[in-house]
């Protein structure tokens, strides 16, 4: 089975996910690992906003986020860089969770923003990785 590491990204912000990707690829050829990168894309199908999309808009989404997905990591890894795209929808880091059991990584690289007083109370997401995934978690702070 292959070692994996993966590297948890949003997106919506890729303007800072330039740190996690660098941080993930550098760790995955120190330990000689597979590389994957996860994004989450929100749940809106079951919630009351859900019914004011047609049918298949959420299909067309992830399709969206799957080519947004490639195209950020070719920006910042290259065009040869050899990485497996994985596109969850659902909530953050039940996504990155489930992502990281998937692959069994043995390391989970994600970027924290400066926590504010709501984090605080309702815990962000890279936190919740911390405290519930089974590999270990890399949490790479803004700049």
């Not at 009351?48 to 999309?53: A, E, L, M, P, Q």
């Not at 039940?94 to 109370?121: F, K, T, W």
Request: glycine letters at 6%; hydrophobic letters at 45%; zero cysteines.
């Amino acid at each position: 089975m292959s070692k994996f590491i993966l590297a948890a990204i949003d997106i919506a912000h890729a303007e800072t996910v330039e740190h996690v990707l660098k941080k993930a690829a550098s760790l995955s050829k120190l330990e000689d690992a597979n590389l994957a990168v996860v994004t989450v894309v929100p749940d809106f199908g079951m919630s009351i906003v859900g019914s004011f999309f047609k049918e298949g808009t959420e299909d067309g989404v992830m399709q969206k986020a799957n080519e947004q997905l490639h195209e950020i990591v070719s920006s910042f890894l290259g065009e040869d860089a050899k990485v497996k795209h994985i596109v969850k929808h659902g909530s953050a880091y039940e996504g990155i969770l489930e992502a990281a059991q998937d692959l069994n990584a043995s390391l989970i690289v994600m970027g924290a923003h400066r926590p504010d007083l709501r984090d605080y109370l309702l815990g962000p997401n890279a936190a919740r990785v911390v405290r519930h995934a089974q590999a270990s978690v890399y949490v790479v702070r803004d700049h």
